[in-house]
């Protein structure tokens, strides 16, 4: 009986044990997941702009997405690093007045589709598997480099979405629907698999802050144009076009950017907080409890911008900078700089011959064949007498001769 007890104590503390472990396990290695994510350096920035809407009364949705692709190009992010879906195409629409031209404003000054856009999804492309392709990488082998999106663990990415929405569903294509739940689960692949450092989601709906209510992934920060139960409104008519050509909330935020350039520093807050809702005429809503950092200490353009190419090395630079060296100039009398002149000659030319002769020297041990050759010339020039010439002419001629005999044989 003693036995048994002290045979299920042992069992018990062995799975104790066991369970312990595996808890440990689990805690490093979540620890060092954190941990990479955190120190892990940021290298690049992607875009995903996304227009969901088809028909001609949404134009506001296609002249949103394209505003955004004309800013981001402006503040540095290359075509490469841009996914644009585009569902319908209201340039070359039958009721556009202005064929292959599309406005977001009514004074026509600035065309959205001009000579540099590249769409990458266009029509029936743009639905709710492509999209969820793109962000999580489940492409089939078919699909180009310049439709995915090859973002690492070092990328910052903004993704920008605007359609029509609801209570946590966002509509493609007025046919199928993006649920907060899809969108939550495709962020969370993303993270397992390294594709962003930081996710800055933009949503232009209405109802878009209920888009993010199944968000839990870290790293993650979300920004929409109402809140539930709220519409967004569109900004302005424009009567020759015949509908309204942009939305309210992308409207101010292009006036925000349009005061910046690639170098700017203007932070995430400063953007939110501009965000009126007397204008807006409805409350932009932000969450920020899976962001690490503080938004007054993260520039706009970490998301919307280029990243500068720097170059970290070990140790700090030391050599004297472009000011310093051009003031650090000696000055002395022109007869000393004369005389120094000569001095620095004189020895250039000594270490130029001293070098030539080392090189002379490598080449003669390199080859004896070589090194016989040349001490025979230099005996030659020695040589100033007629009659010594030609005695050593028939010397080296003699091993020639015993050679041609003897291989006559």
């Known amino acids: 009986m003693q036995l048994k007890m002290e045979g299920s104590s042992e069992s018990k503390t062995f799975s104790s044990w066991i369970v312990l472990s595996i808890c440990l396990s689990s805690l490093i290695v979540s620890t060092s997941s954190s941990t990479s994510s955190t120190t892990t350096m940021h290298t690049n920035n992607w875009a995903v702009l996304v227009c969901t809407s088809r028909f001609w009364f949404n134009y506001r949705h296609m002249a949103n997405t394209l505003s955004l692709y004309r800013t981001v190009k402006r503040l540095g992010i290359p075509d490469e690093r841009i996914i644009l879906m585009l569902a319908d195409d209201m340039a070359c629409n039958a009721r556009n007045k202005y064929p292959a031209q599309v406005f977001n404003n009514e004074n026509h000054r600035l065309n959205l589709y001009g000579d540099n856009v590249e769409v990458d999804y266009r029509g029936y492309e743009v639905n709710v598997e492509n999209f969820l392709r793109v962000l999580t990488g489940r492409h089939e082998n078919a699909v180009p480099r310049s439709k995915r999106l090859l973002s690492d663990e070092g990328s910052h990415i903004l993704l920008y979405m605007t359609g029509h929405g609801g209570d946590e569903f966002l509509k493609f294509q007025d ?225 020639l001769v015993v050679i041609s005999t003897w291989l006559s044989r």
Do not use: W
């Not at 349009?258 to 939110?272: G, P, T």
């Not at 004297?320 to 002149?341: C, F, N, V, Y």
């Not at 001293?354 to 001490?375: L, W």
């Open 175 to 399: 046919s199928e629907e993006l649920q907060s739940h899809d969108l939550a689960d495709a962020v969370k692949q993303m993270k397992e698999k390294h594709r962003f450092k930081e996710l800055l989601i933009m949503v232009d709906t209405c109802q878009a802050a209920t888009l993010f209510n199944q968000l839990h992934s870290p790293g993650v920060l979300a920004i929409g144009s109402s809140m539930k139960g709220e519409n967004s409104y569109s900004h302005h008519l424009d009567s020759d076009v015949g509908v309204s050509v942009v939305d309210r909330f992308t409207f101010y935020t292009l006036a925000f950017f349009e005061r910046l350039n690639i170098y700017d520093n203007a932070s995430l807050i400063r953007l939110f907080s501009s965000y009126n809702p007397s204008t807006l005429m409805s409350t932009a809503y932000y969450r920020t409890d899976l962001y690490q950092r503080q938004l007054e200490q993260v520039p706009v353009t970490n998301f919307f911008g280029s990243v500068m190419e720097t170059i970290h090395t070990d140790s700090a630079y030391r050599a004297l900078s472009g000011k310093e060296s051009r003031s650090a100039t000696i000055k002395m009398p022109s007869d000393q700089l004369s005389s120094l002149h000569e001095k620095r000659t004189f020895t250039s030319s000594h270490v130029n011959q001293g070098i030539h002769d080392s090189n002379i020297k490598d080449q003669q041990n390199a080859c004896p064949f070589r090194h016989t050759m040349t001490s025979l010339n230099e005996k030659m020039e020695e040589i100033k007498d007629v009659d010594s010439l030609v005695n050593y002419g028939l010397m080296m001629m003699m091993p």
